[in-house]
């Protein structure tokens, strides 16, 4: 009779240890997940802060400033004597530059993500991605001068002779270049995600690999890819010093890319480096083209979005 309760108080301390191991765990991961909540909220509060800063700072120039003309007018010139704040100059050479990038990104980069997807062995692909991604660690003022003192040598030397020194077509291809792994990187991660057994029923029926890869795996992976297309187009309108340095920083209502123009980002590093006055209506300008470039940039990204859920696949 005495010894069964003696039994019994190792049980309980092993149970009580069992509780003790289990708060602890309990409280470990509570506060893995309240640092994690704290670093989402951290991007959520940031982005929040930008956008009100951009809506107050533009509701004061647009006091000053009529939207129809902001909207309509052909001229940007805020810092002249008789100025004008017309946002179309620096609209069409920011929808110029990332046309010109796109127009290289776009095919390069699939044909990149197809080939590393469907092609290239297993060696030549963990080889060959990361020195694509490396390109994005290249700081794009290196890029900008690479497109000045190369790309556009390289052009007047060879198809344009009659290319000014700066023009949107150069830092539009440099920009097209650097943005390709961009596109690449998540496309390939989009047609590796693809079932093995709708490439092998594919072979079963007699496709070849270009067919399977033309035709089973890239419109399976239409989500994956048109996601890669919206990075690829936000990081070419939102690129600033590729623009800056090689574009030039004259705002004209030109679609030619062989002309010099400046893009809504060159402005805003034009104003930012200068010695406005804070407050100033010139210095306010650069947050109204600064919401330009934000809403333009959301309108691509909510393209995408209704593009993916249009064409996402589920397996």
């Known amino acids: 009779m005495s010894a069964h309760p003696a039994a019994a108080v190792p049980h309980l301390g092993t149970v009580v ?10 409280l470990k991961e509570k506060a893995i997940q309240m640092l994690l909540m704290f670093a989402a909220l951290v991007a959520v509060f940031t ?38 704040y017309g946002i179309l100059p620096l609209i069409s050479g920011t929808l110029t530059v990332a046309a010109v990038a796109l127009i290289v990104a776009i095919p390069m980069g699939t044909i990149i993500a197809i ?6 062995h ?6 060959v991605k990361p020195f694509l991604e490396m390109l994005e660690a290249v700081p794009t ?26 023009n949107m077509l150069a830092p539009g291809l440099v920009i097209g270049i650097f943005i ?16 093995m057994a709708m490439r092998e029923g594919a072979y079963a029926m007699g496709s070849t690999k270009l067919q399977v890869a033309l035709r089973i795996v890239t419109p399976a992976a239409t989500s994956g890819i ?26 004209t209502l030109t679609f030619n890319p062989m002309e010099p123009a400046a893009t809504i980002t060159a402005y805003i590093v034009q104003v930012a480096l200068g ?5 100033s209506l010139g210095y306010q300008s650069i947050f109204a083209a600064g919401l330009t470039l934000v809403l333009m940039t959301l309108g691509f990204n909510i393209f995408g979005h209704w593009m993916r859920k249009r064409y996402r696949e589920a397996y």
């Open 122 to 127: 297993h060696r030549v692909r963990e080889t």
């Open 180 to 195: 390709t792994p961009y596109i690449s990187s998540v496309a390939e991660d989009a047609m590796r995600a693809v079932p």
């Open 275 to 279: 010695d406005l006055p804070h407050g």
């Open 226 to 251: 048109v996601a890669a297309y919206v990075l690829a187009v936000s990081r070419a309108i939102g690129e600033t010093m590729v623009v800056a340095i090689a574009a030039g920083l004259n705002p």
């Open 17 to 26: 240890e069992a509780l003790s191991h289990k708060r602890s765990r309990l």
């Open 141 to 166: 003022v290196v890029f900008g001068y690479f497109a000045l003192l190369f790309v556009t040598p390289l052009l007047q030397n060879t198809i344009l002779p009659n290319l000014p020194g700066f």
């Open 115 to 120: 080939y590393l997807s469907e092609f290239a």
């Open 47 to 84: 982005t929040i802060a930008i956008v009100s800063i951009l809506l107050i700072e533009s509701l004061r120039f647009f006091e000053e400033v009529s939207l129809v003309d902001f909207l309509t007018d052909t001229l940007w010139t805020p810092l002249f004597a008789d100025p004008h």
